[in-house]
């Protein structure tokens, strides 16, 4: 059985290290990582960005520098219309649940293939997949394994390019991108939580 989305839920404490007085609100994850040592996990999956009132970025009509789990969030007073300054801003982090102390079981489901490479590619798309097989796959899957399905060889092995590979979307191997023209034909499956 999975578990309801909400119990693999793993964000940090809010975090407000700047203000927007400077050259603006500069809440970058290095920085914040040496303040608050082991509070951020190694690699974010998301960021959620609000002001202290609760607002989101969208709401608040500012410019925004950068938002990403790689740099954090940066608002510039300099890129703000008519010489205002930014918001004042929180952030925080999603992590892996066992970040959170929740050592979540991965369970995998059966092996789909649903597409040949003969046409443009070899298009394993979790929306796809949903459709062709109501109910067989959770709701936020946390890992992709794709191999061959003549010989099960792992894609990272096959010296491939591929267009999409996440657990969240699927897996694409388009033939354009590929040396001989054609990828292989690929099969897919999803590990969910237990």
Do not use: H
């Amino acid at each position: 059985m999975v578990k309801p989305l909400q119990e693999l839920e793993c964000w940090t404490d809010w975090f407000n290290r700047d203000n927007p007085s400077g050259s603006g609100d500069w809440e970058v994850l290095s920085v914040l990582r040496k303040d608050n040592p082991g509070k951020i996990c190694s690699r974010p999956i998301g960021i959620e960005v609000k002001t202290l009132s609760g607002l989101t970025v969208s709401q608040t009509g500012d410019q925004i520098y950068r938002q990403d789990t790689t740099t954090g969030f940066v608002c510039r007073n300099d890129d703000q219309p008519f010489m205002r300054m930014c918001s004042d801003y929180r952030v925080r982090f999603n992590c892996f649940p066992s970040f959170c102390g929740g050592e979540v079981t991965v369970c995998w489901t059966k092996w789909y293939n649903r597409d040949r490479p003969s046409g443009s590619g070899d298009w394993e798309l979790l929306s796809n997949l949903r459709e062709q097989y109501p109910g067989q796959i959770c709701a936020k899957p946390l890992k992709l394994e794709v191999v061959t399905t003549d010989t099960m060889t792992p894609a990272s092995s096959t010296g491939e390019i591929f267009f999409l590979n996440n657990p969240t979307q699927g897996f694409v191997c388009k033939n354009s991108d590929q040396k001989d023209g054609r990828c292989k034909d690929y099969q897919v499956r999803f590990g969910c939580p237990c």
